[in-house]
């Protein structure tokens, strides 16, 4: 039987996550073969994943990075089933290692595919549920691209958020982060009209004819007085058009323009837990 030493398990360990106890098991079973340690932890983990696989898994932690010129951002969820999971910081910061492996690829098949210290990112999700022993799972993955791109994380890795600008000039990244703060806070379903998909837009203006009537107005008067509340939906509800949270005088395009008269934001993503 091969000798297991306490740097033989501390360092299956630091490779793995896995639990100390879990780790000396390992080795014992694969007669010190670290190779065949780490496959059997899979193991484990596949196992697990698999009986987990109904699961809720509604915790975790959203983040958002950019890189380092501020062109590019990505956004993801790492979802496990219980707070205290998301909360833990070694999770935290695996979740934050796997958003910046995200920046260099433009789908989640490709992102999962990818290499992360040795194994697959869809293999470590496996890996991991059979270490922590809740669901994993990579929920979220949008990537946003921008003259600059600034982001935002809500206290708590529960709300994460991206805004592109059209331009990059001073001062651009305290707007960005502002405006992705914006966006974190009142959750728009839109940058502006444009983006607003046209069965929203009419089960509005159905909603507003309905109160309408209900209030005893004239058919014949509907369609404006619907348009003038299709119009509040559009400024409540979409990123540009909304009250800036800092300063309700503003909207957010005009606070955005209050940096440069040219300046527009040409874009957001927005990933919550739940």
């Known amino acids: 039987m091969a000798t297991i030493t306490a740097a033989d398990v501390n360092k299956l360990r630091t490779a793995t996550g896995a639990g100390m106890m879990d780790c000396k098991k390992a080795l014992v079973e694969a007669e010190g073969d670290f190779e065949l340690a780490i496959e059997n932890l899979r193991k484990k983990g596949q196992k697990v994943a698999a ?23 990505v956004v ?46 869809a293999d470590k999700l496996i890996e991991q549920t059979g270490v922590i022993g809740e669901k994993l799972e990579i929920r979220t993955f949008e990537k946003l691209e921008g003259a600059f791109v600034g982001s935002y994380i809500h206290s708590g890795n529960k709300i994460a958020t991206l805004v592109a600008l059209s331009a990059a000039p001073a001062g651009a990244d305290e707007v960005s982060r502002n405006v992705a703060m914006q966006a974190a806070a009142m959750s728009p379903i839109a940058l502006n009209e444009e983006g607003v998909d046209a069965a929203t837009i009419e089960k509005e203006i159905e909603i507003a004819k309905d109160l309408l009537r209900q209030e005893g107005k004239p058919e ?19 990123l540009v058009n909304q009250d800036y949270i800092k300063d309700n005088k503003l909207s957010v395009a005009n606070y955005v323009k209050s940096l440069d008269k040219d300046l527009i934001v040409t874009g957001f993503k927005r990933a919550a837990l739940g």
Not at 57 to 68: D, F, K, Y
Not at 220 to 238: E, P, S, Y
């Open 51 to 73: 009986n987990r696989s109904d699961r809720e898994s509604t915790e975790g932690a959203a983040i958002a990075v950019v890189n380092a010129d501020k062109t590019a951002g």
């Open 76 to 121: 993801i969820t790492l979802n496990c089933e219980t707070d205290f999971v998301g909360m833990n910081e070694s999770f935290v910061k695996m979740a934050t290692e796997m958003a910046n492996q995200a920046l260099n690829y433009d789908s989640l098949e490709a992102f999962l595919a990818s290499d992360f210290n040795g194994i697959t990112i």
């Open 220 to 238: 014949a008067m509907l369609d404006n007085i619907a348009k003038g509340k299709l119009a509040r939906f559009f400024k409540d509800n979409t």
